[in-house]
C-alpha cells in the first residue's frame, strides 16, 4: 500500500515538474523570438534610397465660408523637398506661401483654382500656407516632405507661434495701436508762489503748457513745497510713465479713458505712479484751464468765490491740495493753463511742474514660427 502511494506521488510530481518545465521554455522561446524580431527591426535601419516624400499635410474636402481665409504651417530642414498640391472647386483669391523666419515669401499664385509646386528648403525653417478665397469653396490641400537625408529624417521638431513686433508696415503684419510719450519740458518748471502781496492776500500765478500735436491726454506732478531745493525726483516723470506703462497687462484695455473711472491703458499707468513728495505744511489751490480768456479772469479776481470768477476745468482742479499727480485730456487749443494760488499768508511756496504727454502710435507686429527640437 506504502509503495503504491509513493509510486503515485512520483508520477504527480514528475507531470507537475514537466508541466512547469514547458511553460517556462515556452515564455522563455517567446522572449526570445520577441528580441530576435526587434533586433531585426534595429537591423533595418533606413538608408538613402529609402527615403521618398512623405505626407505631412492631408487636408480633404475642406468647406471655406464667402471671404474667410484658411492658414496651415509645416517645416522642413535644410536639403529637404517639398512638394505641395492643392485643388478648389472654384478659383481662389491667392495662394501664398512663405518662410516664417525670415517673412519671405516663397511663392504666390493668384486667382488659381489648381496648383501643384515643389521646392527645396536651403535652411531649417517653418513654412506658412495663407489660402484668400472669394466665394464659398470647397478644397483639398497636401504637403509632402522629403528627407535629405537619413538625420533629417529621424529629427523631430515642434513648431512654435510667437509674435514679433516689425519696425514698417508689411503686407503681413497686424497694426493695432500703443501709446508713444514725449516731454514737454526739457527741465521741470520751477514756480514761486509768493506770500501777501496783494489784496485778497494770496499771491497768484500761472503756467501755459503747450501740448504737442498728436498728443491725446498728458501726465502731469506738482510738486508743492515750503522749501527752495530740488529732489532727485523732479524731472523723473517720463521715466515713471516708461516704467509703469511696462508693468500693464494691455490686454482688452482701451487706450484712452481721461474723463471717466473706467479702466484704460493710461488711466493704469497714472494709478502706477506716486504723487511727489509732499510737504506737510504747504498747499496750493491748484486750477486747470482751457481758455486763456479765463487766465485773466484768475489773474485779476479777489475774493474766495472761484465758481463766478471765472470758469476752470473743475474734475482736474482742487483747492488747499498738497503734491499732486494728475491725468488730463489734450484741450481742443493745444494749450492747458495751469494757475496756481498761495494758501499762506506767512512764507513763499514752491512748485515744480513736470508733464509728459501720450500719443497714440502705430504698433506692427506679424505672426512668427520658430522650430524647436523635441
Same mark, same amino acid.
Given at each position: 500500500?506504502?509503495?503504491?502511494?509513493?509510486?503515485?506521488?512520483?508520477?504527480?510530481?514528475?507531470?507537475?515538474?514537466?508541466? @512547469?518545465?514547458?511553460?517556462?521554455?515556452? @515564455?522563455?522561446?517567446?522572449?526570445?523570438?520577441?528580441? /530576435?524580431? /526587434?533586433?531585426?527591426?534595429?537591423?533595418?535601419?533606413?538608408?538613402?534610397?529609402?527615403?521618398?516624400?512623405?505626407?505631412?499635410?492631408?487636408?480633404?474636402?475642406? %468647406?471655406?465660408?464667402?471671404?474667410?481665409?484658411?492658414?496651415?504651417?509645416? *517645416?522642413?530642414?535644410?536639403?529637404?523637398?517639398?512638394?505641395?498640391?492643392?485643388?478648389?472647386?472654384?478659383?481662389?483669391?491667392?495662394? $501664398?506661401?512663405?518662410? /516664417?523666419?525670415?517673412?519671405?515669401?516663397?511663392?504666390? %499664385?493668384? !486667382?488659381?483654382? $489648381?496648383?501643384?509646386?515643389?521646392?527645396?528648403?536651403?535652411?531649417? !525653417?517653418?513654412?506658412?500656407?495663407?489660402?484668400?478665397?472669394? &466665394?464659398?469653396?470647397?478644397?483639398?490641400?497636401? +504637403?509632402?516632405?522629403?528627407?535629405?537625408?537619413?538625420?533629417?529624417?529621424?529629427?523631430?521638431?515642434?513648431?512654435?507661434?510667437?509674435?514679433?513686433?516689425?519696425? @514698417?508696415?508689411?503686407? &503681413?503684419?497686424?497694426?493695432?495701436?500703443?501709446?508713444?510719450?514725449?516731454?514737454?519740458?526739457?527741465?521741470?518748471?520751477?514756480?514761486?508762489?509768493?506770500?501777501?502781496?496783494?489784496?485778497?492776500?494770496?499771491?497768484? =500765478?500761472?503756467?501755459?503748457?503747450?501740448?504737442?500735436?498728436?498728443?491725446?491726454?498728458?501726465?502731469?506732478?506738482?510738486?508743492?513745497?515750503?522749501?527752495? *531745493?530740488?529732489? #532727485?525726483?523732479?524731472?523723473?516723470?517720463?521715466?515713471? +510713465?516708461?516704467?509703469?506703462?511696462?508693468?500693464? !497687462?494691455?490686454?482688452?484695455? #482701451?487706450?484712452?479713458?481721461?474723463?471717466?473711472?473706467?479702466?484704460?491703458?493710461?488711466?493704469?499707468?497714472?494709478?502706477?505712479?506716486?504723487? #511727489?513728495?509732499?510737504?506737510?505744511? *504747504?498747499?496750493?489751490?491748484?486750477?486747470?484751464?482751457?481758455?486763456?480768456?479765463?487766465?485773466?479772469? %484768475?489773474?485779476?479776481?479777489?475774493?474766495?468765490?472761484?465758481?463766478?470768477?471765472?470758469?476752470?476745468?473743475? !474734475?482736474?482742479?482742487?483747492?488747499?491740495?498738497?503734491?499732486? =499727480?494728475?491725468?488730463?485730456?489734450?484741450? $481742443?487749443?493745444?494749450?492747458?493753463?495751469?494757475?496756481?494760488?498761495?494758501?499762506?499768508?506767512?512764507?513763499?511756496?514752491? $512748485?515744480?511742474?513736470?508733464? +509728459?504727454?501720450?500719443?497714440?502710435?502705430?504698433?506692427?507686429?506679424?505672426?512668427?514660427?520658430?522650430?524647436?527640437?523635441?
Amino acid at each position: 500500500m506504502k509503495k503504491s502511494y509513493f509510486h503515485l506521488s512520483s508520477i504527480i510530481f514528475l507531470i507537475f515538474f514537466s508541466c @512547469n518545465f514547458s511553460s517556462k521554455q515556452s @515564455n522563455e522561446d517567446t522572449a526570445t523570438n520577441e528580441s /530576435e524580431f /526587434e533586433e531585426k527591426i534595429v537591423a533595418q535601419e533606413i538608408t538613402q534610397e529609402d527615403l521618398v516624400f512623405e505626407p505631412v499635410i492631408t487636408k480633404k474636402s475642406i %468647406f471655406i465660408k464667402k471671404g474667410a481665409s484658411f492658414k496651415e504651417v509645416f *517645416y522642413g530642414l535644410s536639403g529637404d523637398s517639398i512638394r505641395i498640391s492643392f485643388k478648389s472647386d472654384v478659383p481662389i483669391k491667392s495662394f $501664398a506661401l512663405s518662410e /516664417e523666419r525670415s517673412g519671405r515669401t516663397v511663392k504666390t %499664385f493668384k !486667382n488659381t483654382q $489648381a496648383l501643384n509646386y515643389e521646392f527645396d528648403v536651403y535652411f531649417d !525653417n517653418p513654412f506658412s500656407i495663407a489660402i484668400e478665397f472669394y &466665394r464659398e469653396s470647397y478644397f483639398n490641400l497636401e +504637403v509632402f516632405r522629403k528627407s535629405a537625408t537619413v538625420e533629417n529624417y529621424k529629427q523631430q521638431y515642434t513648431i512654435v507661434r510667437d509674435s514679433v513686433v516689425v519696425e @514698417n508696415k508689411t503686407p &503681413r503684419c497686424i497694426t493695432t495701436k500703443k501709446i508713444g510719450y514725449e516731454n514737454v519740458f526739457n527741465e521741470p518748471k520751477k514756480l514761486i508762489i509768493s506770500r501777501v502781496i496783494s489784496i485778497s492776500g494770496k499771491s497768484k =500765478v500761472y503756467v501755459p503748457i503747450e501740448i504737442p500735436k498728436n498728443t491725446k491726454e498728458f501726465i502731469y506732478t506738482l510738486r508743492i513745497s515750503g522749501r527752495d *531745493y530740488s529732489l #532727485p525726483e523732479d524731472g523723473k516723470l517720463f521715466d515713471k +510713465v516708461k516704467t509703469s506703462s511696462r508693468k500693464i !497687462n494691455v490686454l482688452g484695455l #482701451p487706450l484712452w479713458d481721461s474723463n471717466s473711472s473706467g479702466s484704460s491703458l493710461s488711466r493704469e499707468i497714472l494709478n502706477g505712479l506716486f504723487p #511727489p513728495k509732499k510737504d506737510e505744511d *504747504y498747499s496750493l489751490n491748484v486750477f486747470f484751464f482751457d481758455k486763456e480768456r479765463e487766465i485773466k479772469k %484768475f489773474l485779476n479776481y479777489s475774493g474766495d468765490e472761484h465758481s463766478s470768477a471765472f470758469n476752470y476745468d473743475l !474734475n482736474n482742479s482742487a483747492l488747499s491740495t498738497q503734491s499732486r =499727480v494728475g491725468l488730463i485730456k489734450k484741450p $481742443a487749443s493745444g494749450y492747458s493753463y495751469l494757475g496756481l494760488q498761495s494758501t499762506s499768508s506767512f512764507s513763499n511756496t514752491y $512748485a515744480w511742474l513736470d508733464v +509728459v504727454a501720450l500719443s497714440e502710435q502705430d504698433l506692427f507686429y506679424e505672426i512668427r514660427y520658430s522650430l524647436k527640437k523635441k
